[in-house]
Nanobody, 124 residues
């Protein structure tokens, strides 16, 4: 059974940093994309960034490019390093997995597995 568990959320002041982690387990596939999405209050869930587990290639939404970085390690964990946080980054952050080769896209429909989310609140 695939499980994704996020951690690391919390309250932080604008300009500071926060690091989220997503622990994965139960993966029976070796090629997949891991991604982060977020949902701000009153808004739709949106793409933040994604990384290919095999190649390490990654890409990001324009709103976070240059501030957020996704990384992976050998312990099946994918992290989201968030720097220079802004109040508009306040949201519930979700990690997601899309089995298959290549690098999945930005659409929620491409991702089959989701974590429960972790709250990030950035105060001004």
């Amino acid at each position: 059974q695939v499980q994704l568990v996020e951690s690391g959320g919390g309250l932080v002041q604008a300009g500071n940093s926060l690091r989220l982690s997503c622990a994965t387990s139960g993966f029976a596939f070796t090629k997949y994309t891991m991604a982060w999405f977020r949902r701000a209050p009153g808004k739709e869930r949106e793409f933040v960034g994604a990384i290919s587990w095999t190649s390490g290639a990654s890409y990001y939404a324009d709103s976070v490019k240059g501030r957020f970085t996704i990384s992976k390690d050998n312990k099946k964990t994918v992290d989201l390093q968030m720097n220079s946080l802004k109040p508009e980054d306040t949201a519930v952050y979700y990690c997601a997995a899309s089995p298959g080769p290549g690098l999945a896209g930005r659409s929620l429909d491409e991702y089959d597995y989701w974590g429960q989310g972790t709250q990030v609140t950035v105060s001004s």
